[in-house]
C-alpha cells in the first residue's frame, strides 16, 4: 500500500485532464490520464489499496465524473483530506469511492507513514496514532459497499417485492 499526497486545491482538472472528457469515458480509457498534470507517475505506479491523501478543498472544479471514476478503478481504496468540494464529494458517493475528512490525519502523516481507514469505526491511523472522524451515516457505507448508487439501487429494487 502506498499513500500519494498532495496539497490544496487540487481541482477536478489535475485529477483527469478537461481536454480528455469527451474522448475518455470508460475506467480503462480513464486510467491512463489520471492526475497526468499534477503527478505523471500516478496513473502508471498507483495499486489498489492505495491511499490519497489531499489538503484543503480537494477535488474542486468541474463535475465531471472521470476523476472519481479512475480514483475508483485504479483500487484507491481512500481519499483523506483536510476538506472536499462538494460536488466532487457527492460524485465520490455515487461511485462508491471513500472520501475522509480528517485534517488532523493529513497534518500528521510524514513521508513512508503507513495509513489504514477504518469507515465503519471511523478512524484514520497514521503509523501509530489514530485520529477519529464522524463515522459514515449508514446509507453511504451501503452505497460504497455496493460500488455505487446505482448498483445500490439496482439492489435494492431486486430485493423488492
Known amino acids: 500500500m502506498k499513500v500519494w499526497q498532495y496539497g490544496d ?7 483527469f485532464p478537461g481536454k480528455y472528457t469527451y ?13 497526468e ?8 505506479e498507483v495499486a489498489t489499496g492505495d491511499v490519497v491523501l489531499g489538503g484543503r478543498n480537494f477535488g474542486c ?19 483523506v483530506a483536510e476538506s472536499f468540494a462538494r460536488i466532487f464529494y457527492r460524485s465520490a458517493i455515487n461511485q462508491g469511492l471513500l472520501l475522509v475528512e480528517c485534517p488532523e490525519a493529513v497534518a500528521a502523516w510524514r513521508e513512508r507513514d503507513p495509513v ?5 469505526q471511523g478512524w484514520v491511523k497514521v503509523a501509530d496514532t489514530k485520529f477519529v472522524f464522524p463515522s459514515l451515516p449508514p446509507e453511504i457505507l451501503a452505497i460504497r459497499e455496493a460500488g455505487g448508487l446505482l ?8 430485493q423488492r417485492p
Open 116 to 120: 489504514e481507514v477504518d469507515a465503519v
Open 151 to 158: 448498483a445500490y439501487a439496482r439492489a435494492e429494487l431486486e
Open 9 to 15: 486545491n487540487v481541482n477536478t482538472d489535475m485529477l
Open 61 to 79: 472544479g468541474s463535475s465531471r465524473e472521470q476523476p472519481v471514476l479512475g480514483l475508483v478503478a485504479a483500487g484507491v481504496a481512500a481519499v
Open 23 to 35: 474522448t475518455c469515458a470508460t475506467p480503462e480509457e480513464i486510467l491512463p490520464h489520471l492526475l
Open 37 to 44: 498534470d499534477l503527478d505523471p507517475s500516478f496513473a502508471g
